[in-house]
Protein backbone atom coordinates (compact mmCIF):
# COMPACT_ATOMS: atom_id res chain seq x y z
CA UNK A 1 0.00 0.00 0.00
CA UNK A 2 1.10 3.74 -0.81
CA UNK A 3 2.56 5.73 2.07
CA UNK A 4 4.28 8.89 3.30
CA UNK A 5 7.01 8.62 6.23
CA UNK A 6 7.53 12.28 7.66
CA UNK A 7 10.95 11.19 9.83
CA UNK A 8 10.44 14.26 12.82
CA UNK A 9 7.25 14.01 14.55
CA UNK A 10 8.60 17.31 16.51
CA UNK A 11 11.65 19.47 15.86
CA UNK A 12 12.20 22.89 18.41
CA UNK A 13 14.28 25.15 16.58
CA UNK A 14 15.36 28.79 17.54
CA UNK A 15 14.69 31.87 15.38
CA UNK A 16 17.02 32.08 12.23
CA UNK A 17 17.79 28.37 12.49
CA UNK A 18 17.53 26.60 9.47
CA UNK A 19 15.05 23.94 8.78
CA UNK A 20 14.70 20.47 7.11
CA UNK A 21 11.74 18.17 6.97
CA UNK A 22 11.53 15.11 5.34
CA UNK A 23 9.05 13.37 3.67
CA UNK A 24 9.21 10.15 1.59
CA UNK A 25 6.79 8.06 -0.41
CA UNK A 26 6.43 4.56 -1.27
CA UNK A 27 4.66 5.04 -4.69
CA UNK A 28 6.62 3.97 -7.40
CA UNK A 29 4.37 5.73 -10.39
CA UNK A 30 3.79 9.39 -11.09
CA UNK A 31 2.46 10.99 -8.30
CA UNK A 32 1.67 15.00 -7.53
CA UNK A 33 3.40 16.31 -4.55
CA UNK A 34 2.45 18.85 -1.65
CA UNK A 35 3.07 20.37 1.53
CA UNK A 36 0.72 21.83 3.66
CA UNK A 37 0.44 23.24 7.22
CA UNK A 38 -2.03 24.33 9.60
CA UNK A 39 -1.31 26.93 12.08
CA UNK A 40 -2.48 26.65 16.12
CA UNK A 41 -6.12 27.29 15.70
CA UNK A 42 -6.58 27.56 11.83
CA UNK A 43 -7.30 25.38 9.42
CA UNK A 44 -5.17 23.36 6.69
CA UNK A 45 -3.79 25.46 3.66
CA UNK A 46 -1.35 24.53 0.81
CA UNK A 47 2.31 25.75 1.44
CA UNK A 48 3.22 24.13 -2.16
CA UNK A 49 3.13 21.80 -4.24
CA UNK A 50 4.99 19.80 -7.15
CA UNK A 51 3.28 18.06 -10.16
CA UNK A 52 6.21 17.99 -13.01
CA UNK A 53 8.95 20.68 -14.28
CA UNK A 54 11.69 22.44 -12.06
CA UNK A 55 12.18 19.51 -9.06
CA UNK A 56 12.81 22.87 -6.65
CA UNK A 57 9.40 24.83 -6.07
CA UNK A 58 9.09 27.66 -3.95
CA UNK A 59 5.80 28.12 -1.94
CA UNK A 60 4.08 30.76 0.52
CA UNK A 61 6.58 32.20 3.39
CA UNK A 62 9.87 31.48 2.33
CA UNK A 63 9.64 27.29 2.32
CA UNK A 64 10.51 25.40 -0.37
CA UNK A 65 10.75 21.59 -1.37
CA UNK A 66 13.06 19.38 -3.59
CA UNK A 67 11.64 16.91 -5.53
CA UNK A 68 14.52 13.77 -6.07
CA UNK A 69 12.35 11.03 -7.63
CA UNK A 70 15.69 8.70 -7.29
CA UNK A 71 15.15 9.23 -3.40
CA UNK A 72 11.24 8.90 -3.43
CA UNK A 73 11.66 11.73 -1.40
CA UNK A 74 10.31 15.95 -1.12
CA UNK A 75 11.79 17.62 1.78
CA UNK A 76 10.72 20.71 2.60
CA UNK A 77 13.38 23.29 3.63
CA UNK A 78 12.83 26.88 4.92
CA UNK A 79 16.65 28.58 5.72
CA UNK A 80 15.76 31.40 8.17
CA UNK A 81 12.95 30.01 10.44
CA UNK A 82 10.77 32.26 12.53
CA UNK A 83 8.67 32.48 15.56
CA UNK A 84 5.65 32.62 13.02
CA UNK A 85 6.52 29.44 11.52
CA UNK A 86 4.98 27.51 14.28
CA UNK A 87 2.97 25.21 13.16
CA UNK A 88 2.13 21.40 11.92
CA UNK A 89 3.29 20.26 8.98
CA UNK A 90 2.06 17.82 6.62
CA UNK A 91 4.19 16.04 3.38
CA UNK A 92 0.88 14.64 1.09
CA UNK A 93 0.86 12.50 -2.39
CA UNK A 94 -1.75 11.94 -5.08
CA UNK A 95 -1.22 9.61 -7.71
CA UNK A 96 -1.75 11.00 -10.88
CA UNK A 97 -5.23 10.78 -11.96
CA UNK A 98 -6.49 9.29 -8.58
CA UNK A 99 -8.58 11.14 -6.20
CA UNK A 100 -7.24 10.19 -2.99
CA UNK A 101 -4.53 11.67 -1.10
CA UNK A 102 -2.24 10.37 1.21
CA UNK A 103 -1.23 12.52 3.88
CA UNK A 104 1.89 11.73 6.36
CA UNK A 105 1.76 11.72 10.17
CA UNK A 106 3.39 15.43 10.68
CA UNK A 107 5.69 17.41 12.01
CA UNK A 108 5.04 19.85 14.29
CA UNK A 109 7.51 22.29 14.46
CA UNK A 110 7.98 24.64 17.60
CA UNK A 111 10.25 27.64 17.10
CA UNK A 112 11.53 29.45 19.92
CA UNK A 113 11.52 33.44 19.68
CA UNK B 1 -11.21 32.02 -2.30
CA UNK B 2 -12.66 28.41 -1.34
CA UNK B 3 -14.23 28.40 1.59
CA UNK B 4 -15.19 25.07 3.18
CA UNK B 5 -17.52 25.83 6.30
CA UNK B 6 -18.44 22.45 9.22
CA UNK B 7 -21.31 23.48 10.74
CA UNK B 8 -19.59 22.97 14.43
CA UNK B 9 -15.87 23.86 15.68
CA UNK B 10 -16.82 21.72 18.87
CA UNK B 11 -19.85 19.09 19.87
CA UNK B 12 -20.56 16.86 22.87
CA UNK B 13 -22.19 13.82 22.43
CA UNK B 14 -23.06 10.76 24.25
CA UNK B 15 -22.46 7.13 23.44
CA UNK B 16 -24.38 5.28 21.54
CA UNK B 17 -25.88 9.19 20.11
CA UNK B 18 -26.14 9.31 16.21
CA UNK B 19 -24.27 12.34 15.23
CA UNK B 20 -24.41 14.56 12.04
CA UNK B 21 -21.24 16.87 10.69
CA UNK B 22 -22.43 19.04 8.28
CA UNK B 23 -19.87 20.54 5.58
CA UNK B 24 -20.73 23.14 2.80
CA UNK B 25 -18.36 24.58 -0.02
CA UNK B 26 -19.27 27.21 -1.75
CA UNK B 27 -16.82 26.60 -5.10
CA UNK B 28 -18.68 23.61 -7.48
CA UNK B 29 -15.91 21.16 -6.42
CA UNK B 30 -16.78 18.22 -7.27
CA UNK B 31 -14.78 15.96 -4.58
CA UNK B 32 -15.60 16.29 -1.16
CA UNK B 33 -13.83 13.97 1.55
CA UNK B 34 -14.07 13.06 5.37
CA UNK B 35 -10.81 12.62 7.46
CA UNK B 36 -10.19 12.38 11.14
CA UNK B 37 -7.00 13.78 12.55
CA UNK B 38 -5.29 11.95 15.42
CA UNK B 39 -1.64 13.37 17.11
CA UNK B 40 0.79 11.11 15.63
CA UNK B 41 -1.48 9.45 12.48
CA UNK B 42 -1.89 12.73 10.30
CA UNK B 43 -4.95 12.79 8.58
CA UNK B 44 -6.69 9.35 8.35
CA UNK B 45 -9.30 9.12 5.56
CA UNK B 46 -12.94 7.88 6.76
CA UNK B 47 -15.15 8.57 2.91
CA UNK B 48 -15.34 10.51 -0.15
CA UNK B 49 -17.44 11.44 -2.48
CA UNK B 50 -16.70 12.60 -6.53
CA UNK B 51 -20.30 13.74 -7.56
CA UNK B 52 -23.83 13.76 -5.84
CA UNK B 53 -25.30 10.44 -4.25
CA UNK B 54 -21.61 8.97 -5.02
CA UNK B 55 -19.26 7.49 -1.96
CA UNK B 56 -16.38 5.68 -1.99
CA UNK B 57 -14.66 4.04 1.38
CA UNK B 58 -11.72 5.14 2.81
CA UNK B 59 -9.33 4.30 4.85
CA UNK B 60 -11.51 3.81 8.14
CA UNK B 61 -15.09 3.54 7.20
CA UNK B 62 -16.35 1.29 10.25
CA UNK B 63 -18.67 3.49 12.73
CA UNK B 64 -19.31 5.83 9.79
CA UNK B 65 -21.40 6.66 6.90
CA UNK B 66 -22.04 9.11 4.63
CA UNK B 67 -24.65 11.22 3.00
CA UNK B 68 -24.47 13.85 -0.37
CA UNK B 69 -27.68 14.54 -1.99
CA UNK B 70 -26.30 18.36 -3.28
CA UNK B 71 -22.95 18.80 -4.85
CA UNK B 72 -22.19 21.81 -2.49
CA UNK B 73 -22.82 19.32 1.04
CA UNK B 74 -21.24 16.97 2.22
CA UNK B 75 -22.20 14.76 5.65
CA UNK B 76 -20.56 12.59 7.98
CA UNK B 77 -22.58 10.59 10.52
CA UNK B 78 -21.82 8.47 13.08
CA UNK B 79 -24.77 6.10 13.61
CA UNK B 80 -23.99 4.93 17.29
CA UNK B 81 -21.40 7.12 18.93
CA UNK B 82 -18.68 5.63 20.50
CA UNK B 83 -15.81 7.00 22.71
CA UNK B 84 -12.93 6.11 20.46
CA UNK B 85 -15.06 8.14 17.86
CA UNK B 86 -13.42 11.44 19.91
CA UNK B 87 -11.09 13.00 17.74
CA UNK B 88 -10.88 16.06 15.30
CA UNK B 89 -13.03 15.93 12.26
CA UNK B 90 -11.67 17.49 9.20
CA UNK B 91 -13.71 18.50 5.98
CA UNK B 92 -12.16 18.89 2.19
CA UNK B 93 -13.04 19.63 -0.82
CA UNK B 94 -11.30 20.13 -4.18
CA UNK B 95 -11.50 20.00 -8.26
CA UNK B 96 -12.22 16.68 -10.15
CA UNK B 97 -9.65 14.09 -10.79
CA UNK B 98 -9.02 14.81 -14.03
CA UNK B 99 -6.90 18.02 -11.93
CA UNK B 100 -5.40 15.86 -9.45
CA UNK B 101 -3.16 18.27 -9.19
CA UNK B 102 -5.39 20.41 -7.57
CA UNK B 103 -5.13 20.85 -4.08
CA UNK B 104 -7.48 19.82 -0.96
CA UNK B 105 -9.45 22.86 0.58
CA UNK B 106 -10.20 22.19 4.25
CA UNK B 107 -12.41 23.18 6.90
CA UNK B 108 -11.82 24.05 10.31
CA UNK B 109 -12.29 21.28 11.43
CA UNK B 110 -14.74 19.77 13.85
CA UNK B 111 -13.50 18.55 17.54
CA UNK B 112 -15.95 15.94 18.73
CA UNK B 113 -16.03 14.57 21.85
CA UNK B 114 -17.89 11.19 23.28
CA UNK B 115 -18.61 10.83 26.61
Known amino acids: AQSVSQHNHHVILSEAASLELGCNYS??????LFWYVQYPGQHLQLLLK??????LVKGIKGFEAEFIKSKFSFNLRKPSVQWSDTAEYFC???????????FGAGTRLFVKA | DVKVTQSSRYLVKRTGEKVFLECVQD?????MFWYRQDPGLGLRLIYF???????EKGDIPEGYSVSREKKERFSLILESASTNQTSMYLC??????????????FGDGTRLSIL
Open chain 2, 92 to 105: ASSLSPGFSNQPQH
Open chain 1, 27 to 32: YGGTVN
Open chain 1, 50 to 55: YFSGDP
Open chain 1, 92 to 102: AVILTGGFKTI
Open chain 2, 27 to 31: MDHEN
Open chain 2, 49 to 55: SYDVKMK
